[in-house]
């Protein structure tokens, strides 16, 4: 019988580095995604500002990208100007948060101060049912009930309704991403000190007052985190504004319009086939890194945020 | 002094009414958002149930001539006996009308009966064949008969027919097993959404195989193999980062590298299943980390006093009892996966098919893709096509989600 060493200093034990090595080369996964992203977009971004120029794409009012098929073709080169997919982007998402701001937090608040708890045992998960729901689901959704609906409201009014109007993308957009603001507000409303609600109500406020001029200020930073992931959430979302907003550019403020988003024109354009290396293909690289940067950056800001404040209680 | 007591209380009653007025809002606030959920659902699901059944118009069909397979002309067969059905129609253009009632597959449904059942040939049958979308939707009252002509999709002379047909008891509705069973198909009386269904199972396949292990190998190394550092911390950044990035950024980075440098093929559930593991890792990686978390370091020095080395303790302590944790937060980023149609776009598995992928390289396309081209489709049929396909996914969305509870409450443990 072989004697096994026994020693107090401990072995090595080649193959628990080899393992510790693996594993920390999965958690180094995370940052070559990334990398990934930000080198894939950047590099055919580049080739495609080789072709257009950096201040034409972001500062151009006209959007409409052709490839030439002869070189002497009318219109041959295509206009590349970002403006109108950046504002109709903007409008879609303010509707949406105009629809999804107030009502996440106050249900948020109803749900932290107001609700018993066996109506938040049962509403909350319904209400995160809304966020587990696919956005194709939302999508088919808005064009085929809400759009129309408005459409035919408007009508009513005497006003001119686009069939594939901002308003109608914004407003179940908004649906969607109510429970990202309600459930993380909620959260933060938690993380109020009781301390700060009992010295309110003890001096004779309402509920309402101690809400409203306690602890909603006091969770301010918490909420305005919430907001901004959740306009993230509207700037990137896809699938509803590729099936119930337009996909011809169009500049305009008026949220009855069609205008078409960053999203919807990256699919566009790259949804059957092309070559790879042109302009209009190239351009879609283009969108997605102005895209994944302003995600990148609301997302950042969103975060230090929250934990600032999570650490500043706790 | 009254003066001084009736102001405040009326104040007091403003406040209060302020209150109940607030309190009110919080309701309405919930209140519309479930009312549009269950708006929603209710409008798909109305739509949707039309999908369960399908029409099927009888007739009799004279095979006494063949005694092989080889013998017969199936198309001719079904066009024959449905022009014996209706004797009466004799002009050409009439009877091109007449072959609309039928779908345009029929000839293939009667060889496939033929072909299950030999004792067919050599005798006439009255046999079902399936009707083409328009008497379908007629007959689930999709299409106003009182409608003047022109403006309806079915015109007096078919309309004539269909009566007839339903005179002599010849059109029945039955259960539309096609649906579940077969794949796309332009034809909305026989499109199906298994072939898309069997892309999603295909391509979550290949999702869970990647982000499982790779999301659990890299919660270990954050939580047990690495101290806080500057490096951990950036590591942690961007974790929850590319939890928020844009699900279409995934799909620009699936179609530039995984498919235009690794040339992995187009449309494979394999390339789907690649990007969306890359999108549920995060997910995983910060739900493992949390269900680490929950076990106690009672269990870590325990483990560690009796001589077990940081990696016996990890294997064979901490990680069975993350396990469930673990799982969970696995089904719940695969049920985000399924619902996931853009970058599935991007990476180009928004073909046309009609066959069910055999492998994780054939081109696919998956349920919620399958929805997103349903959706684009002109003809009336498929609105109830798109709308009971929403509802197949919404079903197994709810059985992973309840899953997940189950297996959450079935192994929740209090130390």
New interface residues.
């Given amino acids: 019988m072989a004697q096994r060493e026994i020693s107090l200093t401990?072995r090595k034990?080649p193959l628990?580095t080899l393992?510790?090595l693996?594993?920390?080369?999965?958690?180094?996964?995370?940052?070559f995604?990334?990398l990934?992203?930000v080198l894939?977009?950047v590099?055919?971004a580049w080739k495609f500002f080789q072709m257009v120029s950096v201040t034409e794409f972001l500062f151009g009012l006209e959007w409409s990208p052709q490839t030439a098929i002869r070189a002497d073709q009318v219109g041959s080169s295509g206009s590349f100007g970002a403006v109108p997919l950046i504002a109709g982007t903007l409008l879609i998402s303010s509707i949406a948060m105009v629809v999804a701001a107030?009502?996440?937090l106050?249900?948020a608040?109803?749900?932290s101060e107001?609700a018993s708890a066996r109506v938040r045992a049962w509403?909350k998960p319904?209400?995160e049912?809304?966020a587990?729901?696919?956005?194709?689901?939302?999508?088919?959704?808005a064009?085929?009930?809400v759009a129309p609906f408005i459409r035919m409201s408007g009508g009513q009014f005497g006003l001119e309704v686009a069939s594939e109007s901002a308003l109608a993308a914004g407003l179940v957009m908004g649906?969607m991403i109510?429970?990202l603001i309600?459930s993380l507000s909620d959260d933060v409303l938690n993380a109020v000190p009781s301390s700060l609600r009992e010295a309110s109500l003890g001096l004779g406020a309402?509920?309402?007052?101690t809400?409203?001029k306690v602890i909603v200020p006091a969770a301010i930073p918490g909420i305005a985190g919430s907001f901004l992931?959740a306009a993230?959430?509207a700037?990137?979302?896809?699938?509803i504004v590729?099936?119930a907003a337009g996909l011809a550019a169009n500049l305009t403020a008026n949220p009855l319009e069609a205008v078409t988003t960053v999203?919807a024109q990256?699919?566009a354009l790259?949804?059957g086939d092309q070559e790879?290396d042109s302009a209009k293909t190239l351009s879609?690289?283009a969108l997605?890194l102005l895209?994944?940067a302003t995600?990148?950056i609301l997302?950042?800001i969103a975060?230090r945020i929250v934990n600032k404040y999570r650490e500043q209680y706790d | 002094m009254t003066d001084l007591f009736t102001t405040a209380s009326g104040h007091l009653r403003a406040?209060?009414r302020?209150?109940w007025?607030?309190?009110w809002?919080?309701?309405l606030?919930?209140v519309?958002?479930?009312g549009?959920?269950l708006?929603?659902l209710f409008?798909?699901t109305s739509l949707g149930k039309g999908a369960l059944s399908r029409a099927e118009i009888q007739l009799s069909i004279d095979l006494s001539a063949a005694s092989s397979l080889e013998d017969v002309n199936f198309q001719k067969a079904v066009r024959s006996a449905l022009f014996a059905t209706f004797p009466e129609v004799t002009d050409r253009s009439d009877k091109r009308a007449l072959l609309k009632l039928l779908s345009s597959d029929s000839g293939y449904e009667l060889a496939r009966m033929v072909e299950e059942n030999p004792a067919l040939l050599g005798q006439e049958t009255t046999l079902w064949f399936t009707a083409s979308d328009d008497i379908d939707m007629y007959e689930k009252g999709a299409i106003d008969a009182n409608l003047p002509e022109n403006r309806r999709r079915l015109k007096d002379t078919t309309l004539g027919w269909v009566r007839t047909l339903e005179s002599r008891n010849a059109l029945r509705s039955v259960f539309n097993t096609a649906f579940f069973t077969s794949g796309d198909s332009r034809e909305p009386e026989l499109a199906g959404i298994f072939s898309a269904l069997v892309g999603s199972i295909l391509s979550l396949i290949v999702c869970f195989a990647l982000s499982f292990p790779?999301g659990i190998?890299?919660a270990?190394?954050?939580e047990e193999?690495?101290k806080k550092s500057r490096w951990s911390d950036?590591?942690e950044?961007?974790?929850?980062?590319?939890a928020?990035?844009?699900?279409?950024?995934?799909g620009?980075?699936g179609?530039?590298?995984i498919l235009?440098v690794f040339g992995l093929p187009r449309s494979s559930p394999l390339v789907g299943g690649m990007v969306l593991a890359?999108m549920t890792?995060?997910t995983i990686?910060i739900a493992s980390r949390a269900a680490l978390r929950s076990v106690p370091p009672s269990i870590r020095e325990a483990a560690l006093g009796m001589g077990a080395?940081?990696?016996q303790t990890t294997f064979h302590h901490v990680l069975p009892l993350a396990m469930p944790g673990m799982l969970t937060g696995a089904i719940v980023g695969m049920?985000?996966a399924?619902?996931?149609?853009?970058p599935l776009?991007?990476i180009g598995m928004?073909a046309f098919i009609v066959d069910v992928p055999q492998g994780f390289t054939d081109a696919a396309t998956s349920l919620?893709?399958q929805?997103?081209l349903w959706?684009?489709s002109p003809e009336r049929a498929f609105?109830e096509k798109?709308?009971a396909a929403?509802l197949v996914?919404?079903g197994l969305?709810i059985v992973m989600?309840i899953a997940a509870v189950v297996l959450r409450k079935k192994f929740e443990r209090r130390y």
């Fill in positions: 401990g034990r628990e393992l510790k693996t594993l920390n080369l999965a958690s180094v996964l995370a940052i995604v990334t990934g992203i894939s977009m590099f055919e107030p009502i996440g106050i249900s608040i109803y749900l107001y509403v319904l209400l049912m809304l587990g729901i696919p956005s194709v689901v939302y999508g088919f959704f064009a085929l009930v649906v109510i429970p309600s309402t509920q309402a007052e809400i409203k992931l993230s959430a700037i990137g979302e896809t699938m590729v099936m999203t990256i699919v790259l949804t790879f879609a690289f997605g895209l994944f995600t990148l997302n950042i975060m | 406040r209060h302020a209150e007025r607030f309190r809002l919080g309701r606030a919930i519309f958002s479930l549009f959920l708006i929603m409008s798909i790779l190998m890299a270990l190394s954050l193999f690495s950036f590591i950044v961007n974790i929850n980062n590319l928020a990035v844009p699900s279409i950024v995934f620009l980075l179609m530039a590298i235009n890359l890792l995060p990686i080395t940081r990696v049920a985000r399924l619902g996931e149609t853009a776009i991007m928004v919620p893709v929805i997103f959706a684009d609105l798109t709308s929403i996914l919404l969305l989600n």
